[in-house]
Structures are given as structure tokens and as C-alpha cells.
């Protein structure tokens, strides 16, 4: 199987954790062939999508872990899959990725997840389709809307539409003080939509991302534990991985979207769940493979494989 990457440069993952990696090192163990590309790799030329792709070779070794061969220009519909890993922000740079790849599908190239997915699903916005699971939110610019949320429900989340990582998240209370240079930054002076939504006390007990694969739960999910004094479970801002069983309620979500998720090309979804509550449904490069794997036993990078090799055959 010839499988190519986009990925963000290699130079910068980290290994131990990163789910990129992850999927790679199943693949090889498995017989396949590995390229990489950037997002800047891709491009349309006399008619058809092509990219420099460079073979990579994983070592084995902790730190130089990879060797790389010299990029060749390649046409993506030569490659078995390929997979778009490239993380946030989701930019206009990135909103052009996806025309690519969507031109590269309708020249044969498998493309997963499906770009016209990814667009479609902005991992913030995308939950008012499952209104159902999620908590008190709005979507706005405008600051009356924003106020008025935040004074009928006392303790709220702001966020951008685009961030990762937990970039940018603003809890506030009524009585903050810095309400409005907080709405006028995050909005940019009413230039920029976000969203608001009613904090979770459950936070505590840890954000947790839930992942589907090849319209499936994943058994174990990972919970994020906010580090003493922080409001963010993202472990990159500095939260503790623990993984658990999925809940009831967990594995009810999880089943209620999987299945419309995956018809539309969706073959690997990361939501986040906080108490009983569905907070995002990440689509970009859904993370945590590793530490769930580490945890439990569970080989997820090996359910990934074996749902790509289902979805190609």
C-alpha cells in the first residue's frame, strides 16, 4: 500500500505522542509504503493535482527517527491513500488545501478525510447540527448577543471558530472585569464570529476526546484533566491525559453521530465531550491515539489501518 502523508514538517512532531506518527509506524509495520508532503507540496499543473513527495523511511531510533529520500513530483491519484494531516489554524491556505484535493479526488485520488468534509465541518460550529448533546451556546459578533448570553447563564466559555490546541479560550463570569476588551479582542472589534458557550463544571473531571474510526467508537476515550488553576484540558495547555471507558452517555453520542460522520467521508473523527455534554467534533487531524494505545493496550492506530484498508478495497 502507498500511503502519503500531509503532514506539518517532521522536524516538529513529537513522536512519543504524535498520532501522524502513530498511523505511520502501523503502516510500515504492516508492508506499506510511506510519503510525506507539505501543505505547500500541492498544486495543480496542466490538469492535474500533483505534489512533491518525498519517501520516508522511519528509522526506529527515538531521536533521528526518520530518513527522508529527494521529493519527486507525483500525481496524487498514484498513491493507494492519501491522508491530510495538516493541523490547524484552518485558514483560507488551508480552505485552498482542500480545493486541491477535492480536484485530486475526481482524478482517482482517495483522500481521507475527504476534503469537502473537512470544509463542511468547522469542529466548532459543526455541533449545532446535534443540538441535542450540546450545552447552552451561540454563535455571534456581536457584543448585546454575547452579553445577554453571558448574563443569563453567569459563567461561560468564549472561543474562536479556528483555534486548536485551546488558544484563545476565555472563561467568563458575569462580575469579570475585563468583559469588554475580552469580546473586543476575540472579536475583533465585531469583525470576527465566535462562539459562547455555558461552562461546564464537569470540566474538572477532564475534556474528553472521544474518537470514531471508520464510523465506530473507539472503546476508550481519553479525558483531559485541567492542570490546578486552568480552565483547559487540552494537553497542550498543559492537561493530564487519563484514558477511560467510554460512559453511556459517551458511547451514546458517539453512535448517534458516527454513522452520518462517516457517509461523508469522515473515517476519522475526534469529539470532545465534557460531562454529558458534546462541545466539538474535530476533523483536521483528531489527536490521541498514542495515549490511549499506551494506557489501555488497545492498538487504535491499528483500527485506523484496519478501517483505511476496508475503505480501499
Not at 470540566?203 to 476508550?220: A, H, Q, S
Not at 453521530?257 to 487531524?285: K, M, R, W, Y
Request: negative net charge; aromatic residues 8%.
Amino acid at each position: 500500500m502507498k500511503l502519503a502523508f500531509i503532514v506539518d514538517p517532521l522536524d516538529e512532531f513529537k513522536i512519543y505522542k504524535d498520532t501522524s506518527y502513530a498511523m505511520m509506524r502501523e503502516a510500515a509495520a504492516r508492508g506499506g509504503a510511506l510519503y510525506t508532503l507539505q501543505q505547500a507540496d500541492i498544486f495543480w499543473r496542466k490538469h492535474r493535482v500533483s505534489g512533491f513527495a518525498a519517501r520516508l523511511h522511519l528509522t526506529g531510533d527515538k531521536d533521528a527517527w526518520y530518513r527522508s529520500e529527494a521529493a519527486a513530483e507525483t500525481d496524487l491519484a498514484q498513491f493507494d491513500a492519501v491522508i491530510m494531516r495538516k493541523d490547524p489554524p484552518f485558514d483560507m491556505e488551508y480552505v485552498y488545501s482542500t480545493y486541491l484535493l477535492e480536484a485530486a479526488e475526481s482524478q482517482g485520488a482517495r483522500v481521507f478525510n475527504r476534503p469537502r468534509a473537512i470544509r463542511d465541518h468547522n469542529e466548532k460550529m459543526a455541533i449545532a447540527r446535534y443540538a441535542q448533546f450540546i450545552t447552552p451556546t451561540v454563535v455571534t459578533r456581536l457584543d448585546n448577543v454575547l452579553r445577554d448570553f453571558l448574563a443569563e447563564h453567569g459563567d461561560v466559555i468564549f472561543k474562536p471558530l479556528d483555534g486548536m490546541g485551546g488558544s484563545s479560550i476565555f472563561r467568563v463570569r458575569k462580575d469579570d472585569p475585563n468583559i469588554s476588551v475580552i469580546i473586543e479582542t476575540l472579536t475583533q472589534l465585531g469583525a470576527r464570529t465566535i462562539m459562547a458557550q455555558r461552562y461546564l463544571p464537569e470540566i474538572i473531571d477532564g475534556d474528553k476526546r472521544v474518537l470514531l474510526i471508520g464510523g465506530k467508537p473507539v472503546p476508550f476515550c481519553l479525558a483531559r484533566i485541567p492542570m490546578a488553576g486552568e480552565t483547559r484540558g487540552n494537553l497542550a495547555a498543559g492537561g493530564t491525559g487519563v484514558a477511560r471507558e467510554l460512559t453511556p452517555r459517551d458511547r451514546e453520542i458517539a453512535e448517534a453521530l458516527a454513522p452520518a460522520l462517516h457517509a461523508q467521508g469522515l473515517l476519522v473523527v475526534g469529539l470532545d465531550v465534557i460531562g454529558s455534554c458534546l462541545t466539538e467534533i474535530n476533523v483536521t487531524s483528531p489527536t490521541c491515539f498514542q495515549e490511549i494505545t499506551q494506557q489501555t493496550g488497545c492498538n487504535v492506530a491499528g483500527l485506523f489501518m484496519d478501517a483505511l484498508t476496508a475503505e480501499l478495497k
